[in-house]
């Protein structure tokens, strides 16, 4: 028992210095779903209004991206929540659960806290049992929040069992990532590598699960991303995932136990190597610096976000074909009409994927731009400044790193899409065309711009602000991605940059609201340039 | 001979909201000195080195490096300049080698064999990811990189705070070796011992004021000198004038007291007529100085 001795007072000392972030996790989770499903009764109460949903999540557009699920006999209120939002809070809470567990470990340990720890009278494995009751109890209290929230929402067709069943198991599934970070933070040796690690195996689990999903539902059990779909918590309640996940996630935190205890402080299986005695050529300034520091984050990026390009695209020939759910149509319209539909639904497919697109490849530039004050705050800045480097200079390294490695990667997502879409195509005339590629791309690529003009306005002028980046891009995408879903008001798209422009290739390109848009961006980056010339740095 | 100051500072103020960090800040370095400038945490020498560095703006003042404006002309300042912050913090995932090389191009310097002789001194890894360096191997890095380039002026905050007995001695002859090269030196720290050893000139710093500057030998005549006096009978000596702190001695007729510097001549005439069988003087050290104007006491 000494191996665990002090866990209670760790796992205190846990929550207490994690508490603002638990609490704002809680807080937006568990609100959302309660939200969401108090006023799902009035999105989808009626049958004709249900039946008009049931079809277009059944569209393989809508199963890559919310997953596929099985409708059986009369359709309720509750099936179709569950349907919409069960892998969408999954996704969340597995966001959560990582960040959670490499910081509680992997990070406080780099921080050399838990040498602090470990040198008063501790279990050796009480850090780490600390670090796990910490999530068992922050899941928890989400699945409990989730189903008293359900209940009190009371949607039709909603069972005492199908509440209490969606609540265990996003707990579990989070649980899950989050017992899976605490493997990865034994393993590497750094928490910014546990947590590329985490992410890996996260993206590979998400992947199979929406290729699986696409093309046979039942081979989706052999993805942990998977399970939460088989719920089926409202038509046929199934708690074999839940076991699963807890299965499986034993199993992880055995291992990091195992690990934990063999282990020296600090060290880890996957090391740091050395390297360079002396810099490269190429190593001479701001830019190289920023490259040479993020290139594997960069690179990173730029690849998942074109596989999950080329992964959307390998489902244009399933959808693009209305031919295969409606033979008779050809013997009717003539194959013009057809081949125009066919169009019409990948158009529509391209433009919702170009949504999520613009979102993700936001993520890395608005990473870059918010660097430039987390250095400043972690002291590396000091050095630089101290050299004949202006704060222009800078700044503007790292603005155009940013502002490129988001538009490659809008650029090769949806190039991903398109590209591995219309080759996939059985009648290429369906598919998408140059033009319509390129206006698709130039469609969102202002409203990327604009996301990343306010981090560096922020950055620039009220550094202290600079979270809220994430807060409007959240809120940006949830209202354009899922407001067409939970029929949100028309005002709410318009907060955020990504409203402001109608779908494109669904609709013509409208270079009127591009250039406003980018002019928007430019005055933005210039307000925040001459902040951030004008200011203070902050230091330690 | 006349001379234009490396640094002038004039007047110099900081404010973080109501917080007055620097009050009034004044003070010259010249070409070819070693300042030292000495004063407890948060008194200021931070943020005074900051306000030099053009990472924040004064409120009030001049402050000038080389003639320029250290805010409006930081870029050009800093092409002559080479800094040691007190925490030296590096990018975790670049090699303390890497980061030499990058300082030194940032300053349009190169590697050089003293850069490599620097490295094996100061018994540096430079293979090593900085995330895996200790505080002095990271203030290694900062310092090899200064030395290594070519500047007019040097500035170091705190620069031996990690280091060894072995390093810190390899710091105070490179810092040497630079005066004699003519280069202007500031110099902030708590080792008071480094800094009577090396340093010409010296300004104590007090809640954002300078309250005194000047050399060593300047200073201790603003304050009292020790002295350890075994007499031959049994005269009194706290009937002198300008005598503080008398102690009785161990053996019979011996005392020891401080005696305040202008008062200095008189005592000594009246204790030779005491018949003077022992004497020991000690001149106040930078410490002495130091407590002095921190606590009021000697």
């Known amino acids: 028992m000494t191996r665990f001795g002090r866990l209670g007072q ?17 807080i937006l989770l568990a609100a959302l779903m309660a939200s969401v499903a108090w006023k799902f009764e009035d999105i989808y109460g009626t049958q004709s209004e249900i039946a008009a949903i049931k079809g277009t999540l059944a569209s393989p557009g809508i199963v890559a991206m919310f997953g596929a699920f099985s409708f059986k006999g009369k359709v309720t209120t509750a099936e179709i929540f569950a349907n919409e939002m069960l892998l969408f809070m999954g996704l969340i809470q597995v966001v959560m659960n990582l960040a959670l567990s490499v910081h509680a470990t992997r990070g406080e340990e780099d921080l050399g806290i838990t040498e602090l720890i470990r040198s008063h009278a501790v279990g050796t494995l009480a850090p780490l049992g600390a670090a796990t009751l910490e999530l068992v109890i922050v899941n928890g209290l989400l699945g409990v929040l989730y189903s008293v929230g359900l209940t009190a929402a009371n949607m039709p067709g909603a069972t005492t069992e199908g509440n209490w069943l969606i609540g265990i198991g996003l707990a579990t599934t989070g ?136 992964a959307y695209g390998t489902v244009f020939n399933t959808i693009g074909d209305i031919l295969k759910t409606n033979p008779t149509m050809q013997q009717v319209f003539g194959s013009t009409m057809v081949h125009e539909a066919n169009h019409q639904v990948l ?39 101290a050299r004949p480097l202006s704060r222009t200079t800078l700044l503007f390294s790292h603005l155009g790193m940013a502002y490129l490695t988001s538009t490659l990667a809008y650029i090769g997502g949806l190039g991903g899409i398109v590209v591995m879409g219309d080759a996939s195509l059985t009648h290429v005339q369906d598919g998408i065309s140059a033009t319509e590629f390129w206006h698709g791309v130039a469609a969102q690529l202002p409203e990327i711009w604009v996301f990343l003009a306010i981090s560096t306005l922020l950055v620039g002028c009220w550094p202290r602000l ?34 402001w422009m109608l779908r494109v290739p669904l609709h013509a390109m409208n270079w009127t609201t591009f250039s406003w848009m980018t002019g928007l961006a430019i005055v933005l980056i210039i307000s925040g340039w001459v902040g951030y010339r004008r200011r203070d740095l902050q230091m330690r | ?97 890497e980061i030499i090389d990058l300082l030194l191009k940032l300053n349009g310097a190169r590697h050089t064999a003293k850069t490599d002789d620097l490295i094996r001194r100061f018994g540096l890894d430079p293979t090593k990811k900085a995330r895996t360096y200790s505080k002095g191997n990271r203030q290694k890095v900062a310092l090899i990189a200064a030395f290594s380039q070519d500047a007019d002026f040097y500035i170091f905050d705190e620069p031996t705070s990690g280091l060894d007995p072995l390093n810190e001695r390899l710091f105070q002859e490179a810092v040497l070796d630079l005066k004699q090269h003519g280069k202007a030196v500031l110099l902030s720290s708590h080792i008071l011992s480094e800094v009577e050893r090396m340093c010409d000139r010296i300004g104590i710093i007090r809640e954002g004021k300078i309250i005194e500057t000047g050399s060593l030998a300047e200073m201790r005549h603003l304050t009292r000198t020790m002295v350890t006096v075994t007499l031959g009978d049994a005269f009194d000596v706290t009937e002198l004038a300008g005598v503080h702190g008398v ?25 030779a007529q005491h018949q003077v069988e022992a004497l020991q003087s000690t001149p106040p050290t930078l410490e002495d100085l130091f407590m002095h104007y921190y606590t009021g006491k000697e």
């Open chain 1, 466 to 499: 600079k979270t809220l980046s994430w807060a409007y891009l959240a809120l940006g995408f949830i209202s354009v991605y899922m407001g067409s879903l939970l029929k949100l008001p028309g005002w709410v798209k318009q907060l955020t940059p990504a409203g």
């Open chain 1, 347 to 385: 158009l529509s497919f391209t433009s919702l994927l170009a949504i999520v697109m613009a979102a993700v490849a936001t993520i890395p530039g608005m990473q870059l731009i918010l660097k430039l004050h987390t250095d400043e705050t972690r002291g590396w800045l000091e050095a630089l400044y």
């Open chain 2, 1 to 97: 001979m006349t001379t234009n100051p490396v640094l002038e500072i004039t007047h110099l103020q900081k404010k973080f909201g109501h917080f007055q960090a620097l009050k009034d800040i004044t003070f010259t370095v010249q070409p070819g000195e070693v300042f030292g400038f000495i004063g407890p945490n948060g008194a200021g020498k931070s943020t005074t080195i900051r306000v030099l560095l053009g990472l924040i703006r004064a409120s009030g003042g001049h402050a000038k490096i080389f003639g320029q404006d250290v805010w409006s002309d930081s870029v050009a300042i800093h092409q002559r300049l080479a800094y040691v912050p007190g925490d030296v913090y590096l990018w975790p995932n670049l090699t303390g080698g």
């Open chain 1, 175 to 310: 649980l899950l990532f989050g017992l899976l970070g605490l493997l990865t933070a034994q393993l590497a040796d750094h928490s910014a590598s546990a947590t590329g690690l985490a992410y890996a195996l996260f993206g590979i689990s998400y992947l199979a699960r929406m290729i699986t999903d696409v093309q046979n539902p039942k081979l989706t059990w052999w993805s942990p991303m998977g399970w939460v779909e088989k719920l089926a918590p409202y038509n046929a309640a199934n708690w074999t995932p839940i076991w699963l996940s807890l299965l499986t996630g034993l199993i992880l935190l055995s291992l990091a136990f195992r690990l934990n205890d063999r282990r020296d402080l600090g060290a880890g299986a996957i090391t740091t190597r050395p390297g360079r005695r002396t810099a490269s050529a190429f190593l001479r300034g701001p830019v190289s610096l920023l490259w040479r520091r993020e290139r594997n984050v960069i690179i990173a990026w730029l690849l998942a976000v074109m596989i999950f390009g080329i």
């Open chain 1, 10 to 26: 760790l796992t205190r000392l846990n929550l207490r210095r994690d508490r603002f972030r638990i609490l704002m996790w809680i």
């Open chain 2, 247 to 271: 102690t009785a001695g161990q053996h019979p007729n011996e005392w020891q007291f401080a005696v305040e510097d202008k008062e200095l001549s008189q005592v000594m005439t009246t204790l």
